[in-house]
């Protein structure tokens, strides 16, 4: 059971490259989330999809787009890299409907756009 | 969405309890309070969670105000992988469905 899997690690980025991280989870989890962490700064959501076949945006989604492949897997676009989005991305996701409700992380993807 | 208050950072010494408070005047009936801490280099992990009552379990104990508009976590015995940012959240049923909205959390910093 390797919970909440994120590739790649890193990347480096020149401005207006493409690129997509990929997030797969082994938990049968519902729904599932992307965040962005900029240094010092707490998490921010960027967009989430509550089930399969849903996505909808959070906080930051501006420069992104996510697609939910299956129920595992679900994934963030960036078009055209900006050196705003220099930041450390995370997954995450939760299995709702139960009195748990605990979001698992995964590692992260360190991305830096020059 | 309610807001929570934490100290920017706190100390503590090995093999000493720590006490992380939160402040969350605005707090509604149906918030829950959830704590995730992150060590570094990683995602943030589950750490505990409560409405009303204190709650225990093998990491940590919290310790939730009467008036729910404070809460703290305490760590029993800190360690030097305790070290890490320690989130308060407060997790309503928003649009965000389940998201969570982190601040910038207590650095704690554990001392042999």
């Known amino acids: 059971n390797a919970g909440v899997t994120q590739t790649p690690k890193f990347q480096v980025l020149k401005t207006g490259q493409s690129m997509t991280l990929q997030c797969a989870q082994d938990?049968?989890?519902?729904?599932m989330y992307w965040y962005r962490q900029d240094p010092g700064m707490g998490l921010r959501l960027i967009y989430y999809?509550?089930?399969?076949?849903?996505?909808d945006k959070g906080e930051v989604p501006n420069g992104y787009n996510v697609s939910r492949l299956n129920k595992r897997e679900f994934s963030l676009r960036l078009e055209s890299a900006a050196p705003s989005q220099t930041s450390v991305y995370f997954c995450a996701s939760i299995l709702t409907g139960t009195t748990t409700d605990t979001q698992y992380f995964g590692p992260g993807t360190r991305l830096t756009v020059l | 969405d309610a807001k929570t208050t934490q100290p920017n950072s706190m100390e503590s010494n090995e093999e000493e309890p720590v006490h992380l408070p939160c402040n969350h005047s605005?707090?509604?009936?149906?918030?829950?309070i959830h704590w995730y801490r992150q060590l570094p280099s990683q995602g943030p992990e589950y750490v505990i969670h409560g409405l009303t009552s204190n709650v225990n379990n093998r990491m940590a104990s919290l310790a939730i105000a009467e008036d729910r508009k404070s809460s703290t976590l305490i760590l029993h015995r800190a360690t030097l992988r305790d070290a890490a940012v320690y989130y308060c959240i407060l997790r309503s049923y928003s649009n965000s469905g389940y998201a969570l909205n982190f601040g910038k959390g207590t650095s704690l910093l554990v001392t042999p």
């Open positions: 938990m049968n989890h519902n729904s």
């Open positions: 605005t707090i509604s009936g149906t918030d829950y």
């Open positions: 999809s509550a089930s399969e076949g849903t996505t």
